[in-house]
């Protein structure tokens, strides 16, 4: 076995220059500047303490660094992964609780497993059935459950628990009266803060700077005399190794939440790691190496009690702006996370929940993608109302119940487009031998007598019927004058023992209206099978070609009186194994 294909670390280890360790070094300490603020935010939008977010950017740092195929991409807590996990265990035990703490950590260890074996069984193409449309529209919704869960720590007021965002809204609007406005103005004044520093320079650590400047503003006033909810004690030093506690009841309380967790993950993280990838082109994503490094950081992190983990956006293109040439930029940042845990975690007492809320509401503004939106009304509605209906979906009845919906719509769009895939009837240009959609070239014209169809998708049990029907009725619009019909195979890139039996009815369909039927173009596989299942002996060896003209030529000389021989024997020569 290749050590360096389990561990990719190994082959940037061999390769690294004095002046990669550097861009790395740098790297691993701005990542890290960044995560600790959003670690302990992303912590309590998961409905738990903030050390746990702090405990993600440790061992899934390390682990995934020496496991994944990718050098920039950042892993740690991210916004749509706790939101998720709040989402799910929240109706299983109360957040905050210890019940529910061991809840969340389980939640990630079977997370990792799924994942884990995904890799391991090579099933991440399976993610491949959810499409573009609809994880924008699961992650616009998903960006406004996000802002109105942070409202109680926008507005400094207590908000119940609600299932769905409308009855959060609707309970901080009777209830208005009681804002905190020194709440707001710290929130509101942190955002702006944080987007003027951006403004001016991005390698300015705003989200750090905030959490400073706030905590000592809360120490010197006093939380008292302001009013403003803060973060209290937090934990000192780095986690020991726990085993979380597992059963089968445990297990099928939370498979609900593990999937969509399991399957989100997968799709930010992929996508992330390629759009990284692409910018440099030194190196490839092996999706399924990926899936087994973030599947083991899971599991590594959920047994030093770790909120679970994804890749970042937000933390990710940093890591490439400053420079990171490989994993060990993440290894750096996980021993700046270490030393924060060591050091400085008792300075984070007077942290405002404000502050953290701003952090929260600012990282997600970038979900809400109306651009996108925008641009698939304008290219493509069928996929415009498929992310509405996630969108819809995900805001009326749940986080877990849009990411289902969105599975099933996207597996349900694939399977409908796949029954009634596009047929050409094609005509001849002028001066050439090309056939070509009469649609589309005005000059392409059709023979009276005969009929040549392109079949634009592989010929299989889900669209047979539609191919059969289609056929007969163009056949049937045009049975007093035609004489022949040749189906070009050359789109048909694969068919089966329905699409076989599909082509034997449409022959004897043919046949009882004393019309020829041909058939042209087919590549390699599939006239293998098409042999192997004998339907071109049966057609007979003068009723296949290699391309449309031979055999609108064959025919023209058959009606003639001049056949010419053109055996499947003679043709095999000419044609190249595709």
Not at 424 to 435: E, H, M, R, T, V
Not at 539 to 553: D, P, W
Request: hydrophobic fraction near 50%; proline fraction near 4%; charged fraction near 15%.
């Amino acid at each position: 076995m290749n050590l360096k294909s389990f561990f990719p670390i190994l082959e940037n280890f061999s390769t690294h220059s004095s002046q990669d360790w550097r861009k790395d070094i740098i790297a691993g300490i701005t990542v890290a500047v960044m995560l600790v603020p959003q670690g302990m935010a992303y912590a309590m939008l998961a409905g738990m303490p903030p050390i746990y977010g702090l405990y993600g950017g440790l061992i899934p740092l390390f682990l995934y660094a020496i496991l994944g195929t990718s050098r920039q991409i950042s892993i740690g807590p991210v916004a749509i992964s706790a939101l998720l996990v709040l989402a799910g265990v929240s109706q299983i035990a109360e957040p905050m609780t210890s019940e529910y703490i061991s809840l969340v950590i389980l939640t990630g260890l079977l997370v990792g497993i799924a994942q884990m074996l995904l890799g391991v069984f090579r099933l991440g193409f399976l993610v491949n059935f959810i499409s573009h449309p609809v994880i924008v529209g699961f992650t616009s919704a998903a960006a406004i459950i996000i802002a109105v869960s942070q409202l109680k720590d926008l507005l400094g007021i207590y908000i119940p628990r609600f299932p769905h965002a409308y009855e959060t809204v609707e309970y901080a609007m009777n209830h208005f009266s009681e804002i905190n406005w020194l709440t707001v103005i710290l929130c509101f004044g942190s955002i702006i803060t944080m987007l003027i520093l951006k403004k001016i320079n991005k390698a300015i650590p705003g989200a750090l700077l905030v959490v400073i400047v706030g905590t000592l503003l809360v120490y010197f006033l006093g939380e008292e005399k302001m009013g403003v909810a803060i973060v209290n004690e937090v934990p000192q030093g780095l986690p020991v190794f726990q085993m979380p506690e597992m059963t089968w009841e445990k297990i099928q309380i939370l498979a609900p939440t593990i999937f969509t967790v399991t399957i989100i993950c997968i799709v930010e993280s992929i996508a992330i790691a390629k759009v990284l990838q692409s910018k440099h082109g030194n190196y490839q994503i092996r999706a399924n190496q990926e899936l087994i490094a973030l599947g083991i950081s899971k599991i590594g992190g959920a047994f030093f009690q770790s909120i679970p983990t994804s890749g970042s956006f937000t933390r990710s293109a940093v890591n490439n702006e400053a420079g990171a040439q490989s994993g060990f930029a993440s290894i750096f940042t996980a021993i700046l996370i270490g030393m924060t845990l060591v050091f400085l975690t008792p300075l984070f007492y007077y942290l405002p929940k404000a502050i953290l809320a701003a952090i929260i509401l600012l990282s997600v503004k970038s979900l809400f993608d109306w651009k996108e939106a925008k641009h698939l009304w304008q290219t493509h509605r069928s996929d415009f109302y498929m992310m509405l209906t996630t969108f819809i979906a995900t805001l009326t009845f749940g986080i877990e119940e849009g990411v289902l919906a969105g599975v099933v719509l996207s597996i349900c769009m694939v399977l409908f487009r796949s029954s009634k895939p596009h047929i050409a009837i094609l005509g001849k240009l002028p001066g050439s031998i090309n056939y070509r959609n009469i649609d589309r070239f005005e000059s392409a014209k059709e023979p009276e007598d005969i009929l040549v169809i392109r079949f634009d998708d592989q010929l299989y049990f889900g669209n047979a019927a539609y191919f059969q029907e289609t056929i007969q009725e163009i056949v049937n619009e045009r049975e007093m004058k035609l004489k022949m019909v040749l189906l070009d195979a050359s789109s048909m890139h694969d068919m089966d023992s329905t699409g076989f039996h599909t082509l034997e009815e449409m022959q004897k369909y043919l046949n009882n209206k004393n019309i020829t039927f041909y058939i042209s173009g087919m590549i390699g596989p599939v006239r293998d099978f098409a042999t192997k299942c004998g339907i071109i002996e049966k057609m007979g060896e003068q009723k296949y070609f290699l391309n449309i003209h031979q055999g609108v030529t064959h025919f023209k000389n058959m009606q003639e009186g001049l056949e010419k021989t053109w055996t499947p024997n003679a043709l095999q020569s000419n044609i190249d194994d595709d």
